[in-house]
Structures are given as C-alpha cells and as structure tokens.
C-alpha cells in the first residue's frame, strides 16, 4: 500500500506564490509518472501539470510560464511552484503517481487527499 500526502496549500493574493509537495510513503519500488490536478467548485477535476521519471514535464495552457513541477525521485516526492497566482488557480490540488510497489511488477494509481488552494482578488 502507497499513500500522497499533499502539502502547502493556503490563502493568498492574486500574484502570490505558493510550492505545493506531494510526498509518497509505503511498500513503494518505483514512481513513474506523478502529476498535480486539480478541481475548482463546480468544475471537473483537471490537469494541471505531469512529470515523468525522467523529469520530461507538460503542463496546462492556463499554468504555462506560471506554474512549475519537479520531483526528487530520492525523496519519493513532487512538487509544484506556482508563482503570479490568479483566482482562477483556486481549487483543491490533488497529488496523482503511477507507482510500482515493491514485489509486484505492474503499476497502480494513486490519489492524495488534496490541499487546498486559495487565491483572493
């Protein structure tokens, strides 16, 4: 069993920035890809930014130039700098990885509980 546990989220100001981390814990072998969602109110969860093992990275039209993803594949954690935060970015960030747990072969998807975001106009 692998669990996320996301971490930073907050209130600030149009402009502000915050670094959101997604930590994995357990029986984990390897991590392939992580990703960082995230669902505003009223709205269908998104993609907001996803890395490979590699550290190949894609991210969303609305966060490119913005936002910011990386991983430290030693500390089995993700994490994403959001800088010029706008209200659009409010919403609860959920931490997303693809792990393969130690003895088994294939993969399996995890979700964090979430952090939540909170931008002000």
């Known amino acids: 069993q692998v669990q996320l546990a996301e971490s930073g989220g907050g209130l600030v100001q149009t402009g502000g920035s915050l670094r959101l981390s997604c930590a994995a814990s357990g029986s984990i072998g390897s991590i392939n890809s992580m990703a960082w969602y995230r669902q505003a109110p009223g709205k269908q969860r998104e993609l907001v930014a996803g890395?490979?093992?590699?550290?190949?990275?894609d991210y969303a039209d609305s966060v490119v130039g913005r936002f910011t993803i990386s991983r430290d594949n030693a500390k089995n954690t993700m994490y994403l700098q959001m800088n010029s935060l706008k209200p659009d970015d409010t919403g609860v960030y959920y931490c997303?990885?693809?792990?393969?747990?130690?003895?088994?072969?294939?993969?399996?998807?995890?979700w964090g509980q979430g952090t939540q975001v909170t931008v002000s106009s």
């Open positions: 997303n990885a693809d792990v393969r747990e130690r003895l088994r072969i294939s993969t399996t998807n995890y």
């Open positions: 890395i490979t093992t590699g550290g190949n990275r």
